[in-house]
């Protein structure tokens, strides 16, 4: 297993979907991604770990190399979405993008 912790300069996002924020906007945020070996030995991600909050991986949906990165896209146990960065050179993880399941309203909701 092996668990790795960085501090990543986040967007937080004030403006709405779609909208880019600007960096005074970023708030910091600390990640750690634990990981075990897959059935041919290779590190995968099983847990995130953003601000103390544990995020469980239920699939690793996809995952490619790039020239100087390998990237994972997971799927977290509520339905969520990340795109997770690894440079093997400097063994930083960095959280490229999430993507979040919107609430399902109850009828209690719709009635208030």
């Known amino acids: ?9 986040l967007a ?3 403006l709405g979907l779609g ?6 906007e970023w708030t910091e945020m600390d990640i750690s991604v634990q990981c075990r ?8 991600p099983y847990r995130l770990i953003i601000d103390g909050r544990e995020i469980e991986i239920a699939d690793v ?5 790039a020239i100087d990165h390998r990237y994972f896209k997971v799927q977290t146990l509520n ?7 690894h440079d ?13 399941v919107p609430r399902v309203r109850s009828t209690r909701d719709m009635i208030h």
């Open 61 to 65: 949906i996809d995952r490619w190399l």
């Open 88 to 100: 093997e050179p400097s063994r930083r993880w960095e959280l490229i993008m999430f993507d979040a």
């Open 37 to 44: 070996a897959d059935h041919v030995g290779e590190d995968i």
């Open 1 to 9: 297993m092996a668990n790795r912790r960085i501090s990543l300069a």
């Open 79 to 85: 339905g969520s979405v990340y795109i997770v960065r």
């Open 12 to 14: 937080k996002n004030k």
């Open 19 to 24: 909208a880019r924020p600007r960096p005074s």
